[in-house]
């Protein structure tokens, strides 16, 4: 046993390595510098010298394995450091960022979860009949769209012509609501990235489940349960829903991991101050050490996950530990 | 499934009735305005864009001079001046009862340590122009004046319109003012918050010396998202944007009765570059032939629908003062293919395209923003002008680091280029100093700074020579003009079009705005009540307000009639749906229970 966690202790450690060293390199393969958010506006009226001042500044004309150090010394200490163009420490920029995609994307991995599990299961035990095709056909569909569109045609139609949610943020941070308001705030502003996220992950889930289902319904005890005159109900609840869940709990955890940078798209379109808007804008502005830390924390989650998923997976299915244990 | 559908219901209700409540209790004192970009800590070293950041810090801060609506300076938190005939000597008088946002006066000193300051720490755009102070002499709180090296035309417009001053009880203790996040200032707003990626918030300053702003308060929340932005607009829940509307939108804005449209001429111009250090655009008759094989009026026509200016071959906006008249856009599909023939570029192999004079290919690249639809549409257009001419080319769109980072790497014009053409485009300061197109084409880098065709020519180096030689106003403009002739002639990139600021904004909340021209609506004089309309009758802003005219008021019924009919069939099918759905699950769960049970 402890011998199965040193190996892989080990294995993480050389993913994190490996993870982090492309995140160092990655950025810097890019064409094109950071020089002109640093300088600003006026960057083409800028002198050599001047150039030279603010590329020093930030050390970026280090040579690249001096800034390789740099950079793991910085990590390890915890240190995020300093984004080039919002000028502002990371650490500060994430702590407020996080909030928000985690309730957005923790929501919509909790909802969409929920939502599959129920409509695929129901899909796989009507296997043939007409519901079992108009949803099959319902949920490809939707994966089908693209997240910036349904985004963009829920917003014309509720918020542009209904007026019923807001179009755009977080919460209406301006107007200092408190309490009840405040949640109601936030949650009207929650409403339709929420639907988007919901749509185009639901699908992901329900065919997984619905797949599930479909080789635990063949399975001998489904039929010795039927056979006993046990009930649909029980039946469908007890012995073949709770086991078709397994393959749906693996892909939940490693969801977990890709929620903090998933819902990018989503977050520009309704410009929600999530990290993965912040990633984004990162990119485009090539502000290195804003994009290695939000790199490096969604990377990181994945690799935790994963490492969540390898130690709880033999509490979750007794098979796969009791194997371990031989 | 009842019970789901109840608490859907119900959580509609809450949303819907929670709606209403909000929207009851805001106040029209309270101005939410769109703007598309986190813009830092709002202090003159920290704001990122020209506009609106700028604009933004400049409510926050004063100048002693502001450009009024047509970019002319007036007296700000000066008083009264003096020039010396000479143009050496300058001598002010502030306003005496100017006080910062904490209650401190501002005086003389206040002026002269932001001009010492922006010196000790360079900020480009504001510390350039403080080079021709030699010496700055204040004589009491109120009184100082200024002595020159030599005398500066623009003098008035930068530094004195467009150097914020900085609060010395402030300012003179801080040594790192890039990252400095103090925006305390003396302007007619006062900062309260900036959520990073949300919004700003300001409230006015009551005690402004200019008198009471015109609202209350003004928050500026964050929408990268332009299309986010306008819907957010229709919706009512931002009352202007900074962000100009695309062409293809406007029409909709302008018959949506809710929402007035101010438009006119922008200063940000779009080009079609060359690099004129490579074979073959290094040829004066290749670059000729492609200006004149390429179609402005058709770009403006069909890309931008008529809402942009078309490109005077000299560069300068027509609205502006320097603006050559005698310069006509030249177009001819014909001539283009004779200019190439004549100077010995000619199709040998019979491929369709022209070769070399030595018989070289000739197969190019047009770089292009992929962010930018309108930018897109216009290379490939002009691709397409230019093989019909026989000059082969096609558009290759990359992101826009990318592109700047081959046709103007490290922002630095001395470390060369990699690109054959592209499509270019320079912010609005370009047309606000005319003399700038000594930059843009002076062959020595340290001075031709923004030259990033590598262009070279004698000619306009010693026209750029006499320029800087010059301080007679009326000879400086003939030298402009001749520049803009020479440019005509030799082509070193093809000017395209201005487009048009189009700003859209909510009558009913507020309708005082200025439109500052080649800028847009957001800018201090919007806020600041008086007559800013300033005198240069050059200009021509269009405010377009759709009156309730039958035409107007036809069309948008016929519109809300469209979106009504689209929701009730929505509706239905929703209907529908949920119904199918139901009646499925009980004649299913009837039949299972027949083939179990029994």
């Known amino acids: 046993m402890l011998k199965f966690y040193v190996g892989k202790f080990l294995q993480y450690f050389l993913v994190i390595v490996l993870m982090l060293t492309l995140n160092f390199l990655l950025p810097r393969l890019m064409p094109g510098n950071p020089l002109v958010f640093l300088a600003g506006e006026d960057v083409g009226f800028m002198t050599s010298e001047e150039k030279n001042e603010i590329l020093d500044k930030h050390g970026l004309n280090d040579s690249i394995p001096q800034q390789y150090i740099s950079y793991i010394k910085n990590i390890v200490t915890g240190d995020f450091g300093y984004s080039y163009q919002q000028k502002r420490s990371i650490a500060d920029l994430l702590k407020e960022r996080m909030p928000w995609t985690l309730l957005l994307a923790g929501l919509g991995l909790v909802i969409s979860t929920i939502i599959g599990v129920m409509f695929g299961a129901l899909s796989a035990w009507r296997r043939g009949s007409s519901t079992d095709a108009n949803l099959l056909t319902m949920f490809m569909f939707l994966s089908a769209m693209p997240s910036f569109w349904i985004g963009m045609i829920l917003v014309s139609i509720f918020s542009a012509q209904l007026g019923l949610f807001p179009v755009f943020g977080a919460e209406s941070g301006w107007s200092n609501l408190t309490g009840m308001d405040r949640f109601f705030d936030i949650l009207r502003h929650l409403v339709l990235p929420l639907t988007t996220l919901v749509l185009i992950s639901v699908t992901n889930t329900f065919m997984i489940m619905r797949y599930s289902m479909l080789n635990v319904l063949g399975e001998d005890y489904i039929m010795m349960a039927k056979a006993k005159g046990v009930r649909d109900r029980v039946i469908k609840y007890k012995h073949a829903m709770r086991n078709a869940l397994l393959p749906v709990a693996t892909v939940f955890m490693l969801s977990l991991g890709f929620m903090l940078g998933g819902a990018t798209v989503i977050e520009t379109v309704f410009a929600y101050p999530g990290v993965g808007r912040l990633m984004f804008e990162s990119v485009v502005s090539r502000d290195y050490p804003l994009i290695q830390a939000t790199f490096l924390i969604i990377t990181f989650s994945v690799v935790i996950a994963n490492l969540l998923a390898d130690i709880l997976y033999p509490f979750i299915d007794p098979k796969v530990g009791g194997q371990r244990e031989k | 499934?009842?019970?789901?559908?109840?608490?859907?219901?119900?959580?509609?209700?809450?949303?819907?009735?929670?709606?209403?409540?909000?929207?009851?209790?805001?106040?029209?004192?309270?101005?939410?305005?769109?703007?598309?970009?986190?813009?830092?800590?709002?202090?003159?070293?920290?704001?990122?864009?020209?506009?609106?950041?700028?604009?933004?810090?400049?409510?926050?801060?004063?100048?002693?001079?502001?450009?009024?609506?047509?970019?002319?300076?007036?007296?700000?938190?000066?008083?009264?001046?003096?020039?010396?005939?000479?143009?050496?000597?300058?001598?002010?008088?502030?306003?005496?009862?100017?006080?910062?946002?904490?209650?401190?006066?501002?005086?003389?000193?206040?002026?002269?340590?932001?001009?010492?300051?922006?010196?000790?720490?360079?900020?480009?755009?504001?510390?350039?122009?403080?080079?021709?102070?030699?010496?700055?002499?204040?004589?009491?709180?109120?009184?100082?004046?200024?002595?020159?090296?030599?005398?500066?035309?623009?003098?008035?417009?930068?530094?004195?319109?467009?150097?914020?001053?900085?609060?010395?009880?402030?300012?003179?203790?801080?040594?790192?003012?890039?990252?400095?996040?103090?925006?305390?200032?003396?302007?007619?707003?006062?900062?309260?918050?900036?959520?990073?990626?949300?919004?700003?918030?300001?409230?006015?300053?009551?005690?402004?010396?200019?008198?009471?702003?015109?609202?209350?308060?003004?928050?500026?929340?964050?929408?990268?998202?332009?299309?986010?932005?306008?819907?957010?607009?229709?919706?009512?829940?931002?009352?202007?944007?900074?962000?100009?509307?695309?062409?293809?939108?406007?029409?909709?804005?302008?018959?949506?009765?809710?929402?007035?449209?101010?438009?006119?001429?922008?200063?940000?111009?779009?080009?079609?570059?060359?690099?004129?250090?490579?074979?073959?655009?290094?040829?004066?008759?290749?670059?000729?032939?492609?200006?004149?094989?390429?179609?402005?009026?058709?770009?403006?026509?069909?890309?931008?629908?008529?809402?942009?200016?078309?490109?005077?071959?000299?560069?300068?906006?027509?609205?502006?003062?320097?603006?050559?008249?005698?310069?006509?856009?030249?177009?001819?599909?014909?001539?283009?293919?004779?200019?190439?023939?004549?100077?010995?570029?000619?199709?040998?192999?019979?491929?369709?395209?022209?070769?070399?004079?030595?018989?070289?290919?000739?197969?190019?690249?047009?770089?292009?923003?992929?962010?930018?639809?309108?930018?897109?549409?216009?290379?490939?257009?002009?691709?397409?002008?230019?093989?019909?001419?026989?000059?082969?080319?096609?558009?290759?769109?990359?992101?826009?680091?990318?592109?700047?980072?081959?046709?103007?790497p490290d922002f630095d014009v001395s470390k060369g280029r990699d690109y054959d053409m592209g499509l270019w485009s320079w912010s609005n300061t370009m047309q606000l100093f005319p003399d700038r197109m000594v930059e843009l084409f002076h062959s020595d880098p340290t001075i031709g700074s923004v030259n990033i065709g590598g262009y070279k020519s004698e000619k306009f180096d010693e026209l750029s020579q006499q320029l800087m030689d010059t301080f007679e106003e009326e000879e400086r403009m003939q030298i402009i003009k001749d520049m803009q002739a020479f440019v005509s002639e030799d082509v070193p990139f093809t000017t395209?079009?201005?487009?048009?600021?189009?700003?859209?904004?909510?009558?009913?909340?507020?309708?005082?705005?200025?439109?500052?021209?080649?800028?847009?609506?957001?800018?201090?004089?919007?806020?600041?009540?008086?007559?800013?309309?300033?005198?240069?009758?050059?200009?021509?802003?269009?405010?377009?307000?759709?009156?309730?005219?039958?035409?107007?008021?036809?069309?948008?019924?016929?519109?809300?009639?469209?979106?009504?009919?689209?929701?009730?069939?929505?509706?239905?099918?929703?209907?529908?749906f949920i119904v199918y759905i139901l009646f499925i699950r009980k004649r299913k769960t009837s039949g299972t229970k027949d083939e179990f049970e029994v």
């Open chain 2, 1 to 408: 499934m009842k019970k789901v559908l109840i608490s859907l219901l119900s959580a509609f209700l809450i949303f819907a009735l929670s709606n209403a409540s909000v929207q009851a209790a805001s106040s029209v004192d309270s101005l939410k305005v769109g703007i598309t970009k986190d813009e830092n800590a709002l202090n003159p070293y920290t704001y990122v864009t020209g506009y609106p950041g700028l604009d933004l810090v400049n409510l926050l801060y004063d100048n002693l001079f502001q450009l009024d609506e047509n970019n002319q300076p007036i007296p700000w938190l000066v008083k009264d001046y003096n020039m010396s005939e000479d143009g050496l000597t300058y001598s002010f008088v502030l306003h005496e009862d100017v006080k910062w946002h904490d209650g401190e006066p501002l005086t003389a000193n206040d002026v002269k340590f932001t001009m010492d300051y922006f010196v000790k720490y360079p900020k480009s755009r504001f510390t350039n122009p403080l080079s021709q102070i030699s010496s700055i002499t204040v004589s009491s709180d109120t009184e100082f004046s200024l002595t020159l090296s030599k005398a500066d035309p623009n003098f008035m417009i930068q530094p004195l319109a467009d150097l914020p001053i900085l609060p010395e009880h402030i300012w003179s203790s801080i040594t790192a003012p890039d990252d400095e996040t103090n925006n305390l200032g003396s302007g007619p707003y006062k900062f309260v918050e900036h959520k990073s990626g949300q919004y700003y918030k300001f409230e006015a300053n009551l005690d402004y010396f200019k008198g009471e702003p015109q609202t209350k308060e003004i928050i500026f929340p964050i929408i990268e998202d332009t299309t986010a932005m306008f819907n957010a607009l229709q919706a009512g829940e931002l009352d202007a944007i900074s962000a100009s509307i695309s062409p293809e939108l406007v029409e909709q804005f302008e018959s949506n009765n809710a929402i007035k449209v101010a438009r006119g001429p922008g200063y940000s111009t779009t080009l079609f570059q060359v690099n004129a250090e490579k074979y073959p655009m290094s040829e004066t008759p290749f670059r000729k032939a492609i200006d004149l094989a390429i179609d402005k009026q058709y770009l403006v026509d069909t890309v931008l629908l008529g809402y942009a200016e078309v490109g005077s071959p000299g560069f300068i906006h027509p609205s502006s003062p320097a603006h050559n008249t005698e310069l006509k856009v030249s177009f001819n599909v014909d001539e283009a293919k004779r200019t190439l023939a004549d100077a010995g570029f000619v199709d040998t192999n019979g491929d369709g395209f022209v070769e070399g004079q030595n018989g070289e290919t000739i197969d190019l690249t047009t770089l292009v923003y992929s962010g930018s639809p309108i930018r897109i549409r216009t290379a490939e257009l002009v691709s397409e002008a230019l093989n019909e001419i026989g000059i082969k080319n096609q558009v290759k769109a990359m992101d826009a680091t990318t592109v700047d980072s081959l046709m103007w």
């Open chain 2, 496 to 576: 395209l079009y201005y487009q048009e600021i189009v700003n859209a904004y909510n009558p009913e909340v507020f309708d005082q705005y200025v439109f500052q021209v080649g800028k847009g609506i957001i800018n201090k004089m919007s806020f600041v009540a008086g007559d800013w309309s300033g005198s240069s009758p050059n200009v021509d802003v269009q405010e377009e307000v759709v009156e309730d005219s039958e035409e107007a008021s036809i069309v948008s019924e016929a519109d809300e009639g469209g979106n009504m009919l689209f929701l009730y069939i929505l509706a239905g099918l929703v209907v529908a």
